[in-house]
């Protein structure tokens, strides 16, 4: 099982951009389909993006479609996701999060997840 740590969040303005990165550990990285969730504030946590294990296929939330992009690099065991035109509704903590299988990480299941990572975006 892989263990996830988040960083790059913070304070960004409405129309500014943020790139947070997972670092996973283990050595079954590879083998895991990859995503991010967020949480705002007296909200659930909802499913942002999701990546397969080769990289070569993506699904993302319609609420981020066009301005997040999800992108991993499994030779340093991190995905990222670059935040583009952020707005004040991204404001939530980031979630890295893994599971085996792509197809249940785009339903919203996930295995394994990071300890979160805070984004607000100021108006």
């Known amino acids: 099982q892989v263990q996830l740590v988040e960083s790059g969040g913070g304070l960004v303005q409405a129309g500014g951009s943020l790139r947070l990165s997972c670092a996973a550990s283990?050595?079954?990285?590879?083998?895991?389909?990859m995503g991010w969730f967020r949480q705002a504030a007296g909200k659930e946590r909802e499913f942002v993006v999701a990546?397969?294990?080769?990289?070569?296929?993506?699904y993302y939330a319609d609420s981020v479609k066009g301005r997040f992009t999800i992108a991993r690099d499994n030779a340093k065991n991190t995905v990222y996701l670059q935040m583009n035109s952020l707005k004040p509704e991204d404001t939530a903590v980031y979630y890295c999060?893994?599971?085996?299988?792509?197809?249940?990480?785009?339903?919203?299941?996930?295995?394994?997840w990071g300890q979160g990572t805070p984004v607000t975006v100021s108006s």
């Open positions: 283990g050595r079954t990285f590879s083998s895991y389909a």
């Open positions: 990546i397969s294990w080769s990289g070569g296929a993506t």
């Open positions: 999060a893994a599971d085996p299988s792509y197809g249940a990480l785009t339903r919203g299941y996930h295995e394994v």
